[in-house]
Every structure is written in C-alpha cells, then in structure tokens.
C-alpha cells in the first residue's frame, strides 16, 4: 500500500465515498442482470476494494464487477444451470474459480501485456454488441414487464409491446431514473454530484410512495396492474447467509470450458484495456505493471468466485469517476470497498426500498453509452476496413456469443493484412534495422508494422527513450502501418517531447480515409 499521508488519505476518503455512492447502484444492477443474487455484486466490489487495493499496481481504478461482463455471466448462469438458475449460479461460480487461476497464471508469466495488440475495432464492436444486449434485456425490466422473447434482437423487437404493456408506476419509476441519467449531467451546477445518487434517492422515495414493499393492486386507465416488493431488490438477512460455494460437478464439460476462456480472455482484456486508459488520464502519468494488476485482478476474482461473487476487473466508469473525484492512492479503492461493506451491514433495509426498474435504468443508460451511435460513426471515419471490422464483430457478438465475436474479428482483421502485405513472412516478425548515434538512435521498420508487432515495438522504443537519446522511428520503407499501430504510436507521441520522439516517413504511405489514424500503405 501507499505511504501513510493525512492530506491524501483525506481526498481519498472523499473520492471512495463518492465512488461507493456511485458503485452501489451499480453492483446490484450488474448482479440482478447477470441472474447472481444481487448481494454477489456488492460481494464482488468489496473483494476488489478491501483485497485487491494491496496487490495490484494500479494507483487509481476501481475494482469491481463490470457491465461488460454481464453477457458471458448471464450465459453461463443459463447454459450450465440447464433451467435450474441456483444451479447456474453455482456452476458459474466453479467458472469464474478456474478463470480467475488462469488470470494468476497468465499475470506470473507476465504475458498479460498481450492485451496492448488488441484491434480497437474489434474490441469496440464488442462492447457496442454487449450494450445493444444489455438495453435489449434491460428495457423490458425497467417498464416491469416479463418478455416472451430471448434473443437480443427479438427482446428488441419486443420493446414496443412491453411499452404498451407496462406497469405504469414500475415505468415511472424507470423513466425518472433514466431521464435523470441523462440529464442531471448537462445541469453544471448539479454534475459535481453523481448521477446514479439522484437516481437512487428518488427511486427510494417512488417506493416508499407507490408502497412498492406491501402486495397490492391499483388501476390505471381501466387497467389493473399489481405492486409488490418482487419490483424491489431482495437481500438475504445477513452476509454469512449469502455466502455461496461453487459446484465443481460440470467443469470439465464444454459449457463450463467455454465459460472459463471467456471469463479469462475477455476479462483480462477489458480489465487491462482499462488500465492503460487510466494511466493515461492520471493526473501524475504513472504507469501501470499490467501483469502484478492482472494478479490482483485473478486473486480477487478468485475469492469472489469463492464465496459466491461475481467476475471483477478495473472498471473503466468508477476510475474515471475516482480520478475526478481527487483521489491520489490506492486507499480510495479500499475506502469504497469497505463503505460497500458497511453499506449491507448497517442498511440492508434501505437497500431493499431500491426498485428493479431503477437499477435496470442505470444498465440501460450504460448499454446506450457503449452502443452509442457516435462509436458507429467514429469507427466509420477511421476507415471503411475498421469499420467492417467493427461491424462484423458487433454483428456476430450478437448471433453468438463473445468468443466468436471477438476470435472472427481478429482473423478478419490478419486475413485482410494478408491480402494488403506486400511480405506474407513479415506480419508474424517484425524487420527492422537500428542505428545508434552520438544523439540520435533511429528504427527502421522494413515490410509490415502491424498490431502483431507492437510488443516487440515498443520494447525497442523503451530501450531508445532509456539511452536518453532523440529516437526516431522510420516508417518510410514499411508497406503497411495498420490502426493499432498507428492508435499506439499517437498516444506515444502525446507524452514525449519533439526532441525525444520523432516519426518520418509516414507521409509515403497512403492513408484508407482522410482520419490521422488511417490504416496506411503503399
């Protein structure tokens, strides 16, 4: 942990209390969509602040359960539970208990800066499908209606007759809480407060108001609808008692194998995608060690998984919101880990005023943020080869699952690399040739420089910028320097110095659309 300082510790504390505010929410939104017990959620964010605070590197993300993750959750809970969701739940716990040994393993042979080559294309039509399937599922519960249909797409089709149907107190509930998160933001002097408080506050005084705990009917319109508190969040009556253990009786099946790399893969990903965008946004440029993150992540997912929580990793929305806030150390994960304990330890009556529909809102607002028309549109600038990327991989997402989404994006993207490289043998090995002189070390990149070679990239790099010399990076004799690259070598640029770190050549190669981060070649 962090050197003990009364000025920090105190701006931690502020910032933990401001994230616990906002990640209560959240946790029990995550739990409820993904078919764990809402109190697995607050089970997960406590793990990864009180546990994993003192083990990761990662001076400022949260730790905690993630919207990304709800679809492979939901997916296992379902497959491996076979209709019998208890069952799921537990099954899905030995799941996420082998993914997490898998975290631990990949973080001590330190590979987990594989994460860094990554496409964004493929990584960002993902998480676009996993935020159209998190609005398609979530919709329906925030206007109080159970939909007939299953799949995403047909679960949107649905939208319009939950919307004639829905339980009208239950969707006001739902429709204050989501206007909220849309709005409360743009009033300048309201934003300093999270929004997911203003959502929270109301939603527990329209169920103290609607009565939403007592079983009763109302009409509406000549219409009868019923309330009670299964439009409410259900906590079991002590922590001791929600504990749960995982069954190991399915794991060597194909489902829970499945199960186990997507926890593994993706988690690891978004986890450490986020990582690298904290440490780009932290206010004193620290840099990360992603394989001792990924460490704490793994053991932390694997005391979740252990007692009955969900998958963990650092998450994007409370980091940002911990920067924000002021946090200067560590102490503020663990200070929003330990309020989320107290939390359930001191309120768990209040906590269960907390309707269904407002939870589902939050999720909702989350989805549409990820599957924001504006990354559509964003990716579409970049260039019609990303965009097709990005496409097919929200598309099959969507029809399938994660894994493929993500595995036939990748090879998409290597074939299309194939077709473009002008040396088939050079998209698997980086060639290049380096000069050191008096003041200058120059790297030269013969043939391919695609996402495959970062790694090897930027360990050249490092080595350069060690040397305490300007280095320069020679793309003049590259045939093609794809969007990964690219991606990288602009965030590179953007925290060195001119005289420090110079790219030419660049302007030989010929760009696919007119965006600075344009797949190039010859």
């Known amino acids: 942990m962090p050197s003990f300082n009364i000025k920090d510790l105190k701006a931690d504390f502020v910032s933990g209390f401001s994230v616990f505010l906002l990640a209560l929410p959240l946790c029990l939104g995550i739990a409820m969509a993904s078919n764990f017990p809402p109190i697995a959620g607050v089970f997960t964010a406590i793990v990864g602040g009180v546990l994993s605070s003192f083990l990761g590197s990662t001076r400022l993300s949260i730790k905690g359960p993630a919207a990304g993750l709800i679809v492979i959750a939901l997916g296992a809970v379902n497959d491996l539970g076979g209709g019998d969701l208890a069952l799921g739940y537990k099954r899905a716990l030995a799941v996420g208990v082998i993914a997490a040994v898998i975290q631990i393993l990949i973080a001590l042979v330190r590979k987990a800066v594989v994460a860094e080559i990554m496409p964004p294309s493929v990584i960002h039509g993902m998480l676009a499908a996993i935020g159209v399937i998190i609005v398609s599922k979530q919709t ?15 679960l949107l089709v649905e939208i319009p007759n939950s919307i004639m149907n829905a339980n009208p107190e239950i969707f006001f509930i739902g429709g204050l809480a989501i206007a909220l998160s849309f709005l409360w933001p743009r009033i300048k002097k309201l934003a300093v407060i999270p929004s997911s408080i203003a959502v929270l506050l109301s939603a527990i005084a329209l169920s103290f108001f609607f009565d939403l705990s007592v079983a009763h009917d109302y009409t509406f319109m000549g219409k009868s609808f019923h309330l009670g508190n299964e439009y409410l969040i259900n906590l079991p009556s002590s922590i001791v008692s929600a504990i749960t253990f995982p069954d190991f009786s399915d794991i060597l099946s194909g489902t829970s194998i499945k199960y186990i790399i997507m926890f593994a893969l993706v988690g690891s990903i978004e986890s450490l995608l986020t990582v690298c965008a904290i440490d780009t946004i932290d206010p004193e440029k620290k840099q990360s060690d992603l394989n001792k993150d990924l460490f704490a992540v793994g053991v932390g997912n694997l005391v979740s998984a252990l007692i009955g929580g969900l998958p963990m990793i650092s998450e994007i929305v409370r980091s940002k919101a911990n920067i924000d806030y002021g946090a200067k150390t560590k102490y503020s994960n663990f200070f ?10 001191i309120f768990p009556g209040l906590i269960q005023q907390i309707p269904l529909a407002a939870l589902a809102a939050l999720l909702v607002f989350t989805g549409l943020r990820l599957a924001s028309p504006k990354e559509f549109v964003h990716v579409y600038k970049i260039g019609k ?27 998409l993207k290597v074939l299309l690399h194939m077709i473009r490289a002008k040396n088939l043998t050079g998209l698997f090995k980086l060639n290049f040739n380096e000069q050191k002189e008096n003041e200058t070390n120059r790297i030269s990149i013969q043939g391919p420089f695609v996402f495959m070679h970062y790694l090897k990239a930027k360990s050249l790099l490092n080595n350069s910028f060690s040397e305490n010399k ?53």
């Open 140 to 154: 329906h519960v925030m206007m109080g209606v159970t939909p007939h249909a299953k799949g995403p797409l047909a």
């Open 336 to 345: 929003h880990g330990m309020l989320l304990l107290l939390s359930i330890v």
């Open 385 to 411: 080869d990303q965009f097709a990327l990005f496409f097919i991989t929200f598309i099959i997402t969507l029809a399938v699952d994660l894994l493929a989404g993500v595995a036939i994006g990748i090879v």
């Open 470 to 522: 300007k280095t320069i990076l020679d793309l003049s004799q590259a045939s093609i320097v794809d969007h990964t690259i690219l991606d990288k070598l602009d965030y590179i640029k953007n925290e060195t110095s001119d005289d420090q770190f110079q790219i030419i050549g660049l302007e030989k190669l010929n760009p696919s659309s007119s965006h600075h981060l344009a797949v190039r070649t010859l």
